[in-house]
Structures are given as structure tokens and as C-alpha cells.
């Protein structure tokens, strides 16, 4: 089945900027999503088709993906912004139709 | 406001069946594909099950195919996730998600409130 792999755990200074990537075999070739995950609560969209942003959610989060690589990006972090991060993509050849990554807690030092 | 609500978990023991439901409000809720997303403790996501506007189609998957069962009713906007023979491995927070669809790929853009399954003994 298709794996997406990312970094465990990106810590950053608060106001500088974190990188997630998330990689997988033609990552460019698919439409990659994102999640963020607090402590204890439900998942919430911050990045879906690649680099689009659903209402509501900052500027500061942005998306790109090319080759194999899809990349979320937070700028200027803050220590709201500390959470686990999911990439997502969806598969129909894989027994798990929707295809998460191993998710990366990213933490503001 | 857009809204899931989960319930209906709980503690089982292995073997039994329990029925998680998921109240949604806020959306046209006939008009969405929906999902059932679970995270065992400490883990990540896995994608578990879903279910076509309509009721008509779904997916599963392996690991519980011929064990849950994912419904709705639409008149009552509520999303179901029947769960048989349960195992230890089922042990986790189950979450419904209203599913986008798109010719490049679906992916859940509202996440309801999550509802926590343990099986043991």
C-alpha cells in the first residue's frame, strides 16, 4: 500500500519558520492534504489541494508539493500552532483508500 | 455552524458489538460523502470506512471488511458505524469527517468530536 513519511518532531523558535515535509513515491502527481491535530482534539483542516487554505485558517500556513516531496510550511510560529501534523493523500489502489502520513508534533521552543 | 457530534462509545469486551453514531448539523448533510477516521492511543490516523451521499456505496478498510458496517439516515442527518467481533486492535478514538470529493482526490474538511472505543476483558 502507498506510505507517506514524515519527520517525527520539527522544533522551532517562536516567529521563525517550520517545515513539514511529507514524502511518498509521485507525491507530485497527487493532491496532498494537511491536518493539524491539538492535544485531545479532533483533526482540523489547515491545507488541502496542495496549498489551498479553508476559511479561517492563517496565512501563515501554506502548502507546496513537488517529486516526491509535499511540503507544509508555518511561518512566524507561534506556540498556538503546536500540534501533531497529518499529510494525506488519497489512493484508490490502496487498501486504505485515504492515506495518512506518520504525522510530526511540531513544537515552539 | 457546521457541526459533527460522535458517540455511542465505550468499553467492550472482545468478541462484542457496539454502534457508534454521529449526529451532523450546520450542512446539507445528503450532499457529503462521509467518513469514519479512527487513532489508536498514541498513534496516528487510519482512514476506517466510507459512505457514498446516498447510502448507496462504501468502502472499508481490510482490517475490519466482514466485521463493521457504516450507515446512514439521511432524514435524521446521523452517520453510523456498526462494529462486530471486536478485537483489542479496535481499541481508539473514532471520528466521523464529512468527505470532499474531487477527481484528484478526496480528503475531510469538517472532523466531528470524537468518540473512544476500548475493548478488553
Known amino acids: 500500500s502507498y506510505v507517506l513519511t514524515q519527520p517525527p518532531s520539527v522544533s522551532v523558535a517562536p516567529g521563525e519558520t517550520a517545515e513539514i515535509t511529507c514524502g511518498g513515491d509521485?507525491?507530485?502527481?497527487?493532491?496532498v492534504h494537511w491536518y493539524q491535530q491539538k492535544p485531545g482534539q479532533a483533526p482540523v483542516l489547515v491545507i488541502y489541494k496542495d496549498s489551498d487554505r479553508p476559511s479561517g485558517i492563517p496565512e501563515r500556513f501554506s502548502g507546496s508539493n513537488s517529486g516526491n516531496t509535499a511540503t507544509l510550511t508555518i511561518s512566524g510560529v507561534d506556540i498556538g500552532d503546536e500540534a501533531d501534523y497529518y499529510c494525506q493523500v488519497w489512493d484508490s489502489s490502496s487498501d486504505h483508500l485515504f492515506v495518512f502520513g506518520t504525522g510530526t508534533k511540531v513544537t515552539a521552543l | 455552524e457546521v457541526q459533527l457530534v460522535g458517540s455511542g462509545g465505550g468499553l467492550v469486551q472482545p468478541g462484542r458489538s457496539l454502534r457508534l453514531s454521529c449526529a451532523a448539523s450546520g450542512f446539507t448533510f445528503s450532499r457529503y460523502w462521509m467518513s469514519w477516521v479512527r487513532q489508536a492511543p498514541g498513534k496516528g490516523l487510519e482512514w476506517v470506512a466510507n459512505i457514498k451521499e446516498d447510502g448507496s456505496d462504501y468502502y472499508y478498510v481490510d482490517s475490519v471488511k466482514g466485521r463493521f458496517t457504516i450507515s446512514r439516515d439521511n432524514a435524521q442527518n446521523s452517520l453510523y458505524l456498526h462494529m462486530n467481533s471486536l478485537r483489542a486492535e479496535d481499541t481508539a478514538v473514532y471520528y466521523c469527517?464529512?468527505?470532499?470529493?474531487?477527481?484528484?482526490?478526496?480528503?475531510?474538511?469538517?472532523w466531528g468530536r470524537g468518540t473512544t472505543v476500548t475493548v478488553s476483558s
Open positions: 469527517a464529512r468527505t470532499v470529493t474531487t477527481i484528484i482526490g478526496d480528503y475531510m474538511d469538517v
Open positions: 509521485d507525491m507530485g502527481t497527487k493532491s
